[in-house]
Every structure is written in structure tokens, then in C-alpha cells.
């Protein structure tokens, strides 16, 4: 589907003042939550927005997050088509994701016939939380989901052949249950909150912002100080023991450190002690 979920011409204009009347409920990592709409939703009167809304909030400074929404089919064949605007702490709406982004997922042994879309968003530095708005809309209320019928998907499931009988078909609904669940994730693509100005969205480059200070520059100057005999000898020793116990990762950090410190010797040593080893 061509589609760019950062531009969010295509969602509904909402007023700062009515997106601040809402209550935004909580939704921690690793959790999962739960709204049904008719008793659990919020009103938000707002052109292009129909019934009840879930407004959930989610925290922006964990790293990288996975949100994946489900609308489950109800009994009566009917099903709440989810649209899904993505607000940075601000409330500055950053990512839209339509209700064509949520497809039919069949039932399995745990889950029930559902819409469901994945969402990974990459929050900007800086930012605290993510704000979730989920709604639907008048065009959404007029189009139908069709579903795989129970017995063909039992029949699936056990490799049965397929019967020949129609699909039931959802309708769409103001009410429905809409599942919120939250994940880190070191994969995600929408970048949420302004980059220092940047207009370019550089999807996982977020991070990186932090790296500097993570990665100091190799330590060269010291080599200038040669490692004292003593230092070098002891190095020495202990890489010679390490690699005679088979412990080479041992020697390799010890290796490293010398290194660090100013060794000249270290690394010949090591080299030899493993030739000698083998």
C-alpha cells in the first residue's frame, strides 16, 4: 500500500483545547488495553470524527515502540474500523494510520476475527510521551469487512477441503472492542516529535543523536606513555593463563585493556600463546 504514515493531511483538523479535554489513559510497555467504545469511549465533536473515541497515552522514553491495535468482531457481525492518529507530547498530530491500514486478520486458536495494524513509531529525543487517538469515521460507518466463515476455518485448520459457503460480512460500528498493546522494539520506522527542525522524517536515526557521548575516541595519546615493565609484565602473564586455560575471551579483554593502558607487547604475546596452544 503506498502510503506515508508522517503525513497527517488526511486526519480530521482537531482543535488543541478539545484534544485537552480528553483523558488519555495510560498504557505501560508491555501491557495490553482494553476499550469498549459504548461504555468506555469519549466524546469528541469534531468534523470527521463519528462516536466514540479511546485516547490512550504512551510512554516516549523508553526507545522504540511497537503498538499494535486490534478491533475485535462482535458477535452480531459488526466491527469498529479503526483510524489511529499519532500526537507527540504536544499534541502536535506526527503519524496517521487510516482504517485501510488495519486489515482482516482470521481467527486463530487464541485470537477471534479482528482488525489489526501494527504501528512502529521511533520517538525524537526529548520526548516523554506519545499520545494514541483512536476514532472512526463517517466513510469508514458505510463500508463492510468480509470475514472467512467459522467452518472454513476449521476447515483450514485441520486440512479438511473448504466448503462452498458465502462469507459473513461486518458491518461497521461506532462500538466494538479496540485492544491497545505496547512494545520496545529496536525496528521501528515513524519518527514521532520534532528532530532539532529537521523537515526529513530519518526514520531510525533518532538515536543516534546520543552516540558521541556513548562512543568516546580511541584512547591514542596514552600510547604515547609507554606501559611501565612491571604493568607490561603482569598483562603478559595473565593473557599467557588465560589462553593455557582455553579461556580466550578473558584473554582477548585483557588484551584490550593493555592495549589501552600502552602495551606494546600484548598483542605479540597473545598471538604466540595461542600459536603455541594450537
Not at 80 to 90: C, E, G, K, S
Not at 183 to 192: A, D, G, P, W
Request: net charge neutral.
Amino acid at each position: 500500500m503506498n502510503y506515508v504514515p508522517q503525513n497527517t493531511s488526511a486526519a480530521p483538523a482537531i482543535p488543541a483545547a478539545a484534544l485537552q479535554q480528553l483523558t488519555w489513559t495510560p498504557v505501560d510497555q508491555s501491557k495490553t488495553q482494553s476499550t469498549q467504545l459504548a461504555t468506555g469511549g469519549q466524546r469528541l465533536d469534531v468534523a470527521g470524527i463519528t462516536g466514540p473515541v479511546a485516547a490512550y497515552s504512551v510512554p516516549a522514553n523508553i526507545g522504540e515502540l511497537t503498538l499494535t491495535l486490534t478491533s475485535e468482531v462482535n458477535k452480531q457481525a459488526s466491527v469498529f474500523a479503526p483510524n489511529v492518529l499519532i500526537l507527540d507530547q504536544n499534541m502536535t498530530p506526527s503519524a496517521f494510520f487510516p482504517s485501510s491500514y488495519f486489515t482482516y486478520q482470521q481467527p486463530g486458536v487464541m485470537s477471534a476475527d479482528r482488525l489489526e495494524g501494527v504501528m512502529r513509531l521511533t520517538p525524537a529525543l526529548g520526548q516523554q510521551k506519545l499520545y494514541v487517538l483512536v476514532f472512526t469515521t463517517e466513510k469508514d460507518l458505510q463500508q463492510t469487512t468480509t470475514l472467512l466463515d467459522p467452518a472454513k476455518a476449521y476447515a483450514k485448520g485441520v486440512g479438511n477441503s473448504i466448503p462452498d459457503i458465502p462469507d459473513p460480512v461486518a458491518r461497521h460500528t461506532t462500538d466494538g472492542v479496540v485492544k491497545l498493546k505496547v512494545k520496545t522494539n529496536s525496528s521501528s520506522s515513524v519518527l514521532v516529535g520534532p528532530l532539532f527542525g529537521s523537515s526529513g522524517t530519518g526514520p531510525v536515526t533518532v538515536g543516534n543523536t546520543a552516540a558521541p557521548v556513548a562512543a568516546p575516541a580511541p584512547v591514542a595519546p596514552k600510547k604515547s606513555e609507554p606501559m611501565l615493565n612491571d604493568t607490561e609484565s603482569y598483562f603478559n602473564k595473565a593473557i599467557k593463563d588465560a589462553v593455557a586455560k582455553g579461556d580466550v575471551d578473558k584473554a582477548l579483554k585483557l588484551l584490550d585493556e593493555a592495549e589501552r593502558l600502552g602495551s606494546t607487547s600484548a598483542r605479540s604475546t597473545f598471538i604466540s600463546s595461542v600459536k603455541g596452544k594450537g
